[in-house]
């Protein structure tokens, strides 16, 4: 008998890797207001990563929050790290999934902008959440 997947260790290198590992966060949601893509992650209502497919010359993408001051940190270090597309480039980045971040940095990545997300919500919210 196969044992389930815990997307906690499992590399993120496609899309459907990046959308389980989003779904793993308390509350998360998916949502898809801008048409069939980018798959839109959110907790209580607000958007904390946009997951774009690959096509055929690109890899998987997603965009998430980022303090300003490491939104530039990261951006300087990796060149997989790009200004949020269609996005304010100061609280957000896109990373391309191309294998270049170690996978632990981009877990961090995507766990700091759930967490960045959920401190702003109000506390009966939040608090919410950790009942979940």
């Known amino acids: 008998m196969s044992q389930p997947i815990d997307h906690n260790l499992k590399k993120l290198e496609s899309y459907e890797d990046l959308q389980q590992y989003c779904m793993t966060f308390a509350g998360a ?3 898809y207001p801008f048409g069939p893509t980018p798959l839109v992650m959110k907790v209580a209502g607000k958007m904390f990563a946009l997951i774009s497919p690959a096509d055929t010359d690109s890899h998987p993408s997603i965009s998430i929050k980022c303090d300003p001051f490491i939104n530039e940190l ?4 990796y060149a997989a790290v790009k ?7 100061k609280h957000w980045i896109t990373v391309e999934v191309d294998g270049s971040i170690p996978n632990d940095e981009l877990k961090d990545m995507i766990r700091s902008s759930y967490q960045l997300v959920v ?4 506390k009966a919210q939040r608090e919410a959440l950790l009942q979940s």
Do not use: F, I, T
């Open 83 to 89: 200004p949020g597309y269609h996005l304010n480039k």
């Open 74 to 77: 990261l951006r300087a270090q």
């Open 119 to 122: 401190n702003k919500l109000p």
């Open 29 to 31: 949601m998916e949502d």
